[in-house]
Nanobody, 126 residues
Framework: QVQLVESGGGLVQDGESLRLSCAASGRTFSPYTMAWFRQVPGKEREIVAA??????????YYADSVKGRFTISRDNARKTVYLQMNSLKPEDTAVYYCATRSSSGTYLNPRDYAYWGQGTQVTVSS
């Protein structure tokens, strides 16, 4: 059974930084795509960033709204994926979810992911 546990959310001010972590367990980690999504009340869950597995060269994808500010990375030895968020803005406020699927490649739709963490709240005040 795959389990994902996020941590690192919190309340910060406009322009500050946070690093989210997602620890995976229950299966091999390195071959599979990992992703971060976010959701605000009343809106659909949206992709923030994704990193493919070792089979496809750990390639990364970023939503246009976070490109240049956020960085996704993975530590396969620790079975952990990170989301470094710099220059945070109030519009980044959301619950952030970690997700994975049992293949590599780039997938942007939440329906493509079978496994999800519980979410961590990020709030950016102006």
């Amino acid at each position: 059974q795959v389990q994902l546990v996020e941590s690192g959310g919190g309340l910060v001010q406009d322009g500050e930084s946070l690093r989210l972590s997602c620890a995976a367990s229950g299966r091999t980690f390195s071959p599979y795509t990992m992703a971060w999504f976010r959701q605000v009340p009343g809106k659909e869950r949206e992709i923030v960033a994704a990193i493919s597995g070792s089979w496809t060269g750990d390639s990364t994808y970023y939503a246009d709204s976070v490109k240049g500010r956020f960085t996704i990375s993975r530590d396969n030895a620790r079975k952990t994926v990170y989301l470094q968020m710099n220059s945070l803005k109030p519009e980044d406020t959301a619950v952030y979810y970690c997700a994975t699927r049992s293949s590599s490649g780039t997938y942007l739709n939440p329906r493509d992911y079978a496994y999800w963490g519980q979410g961590t709240q990020v709030t950016v005040s102006s």
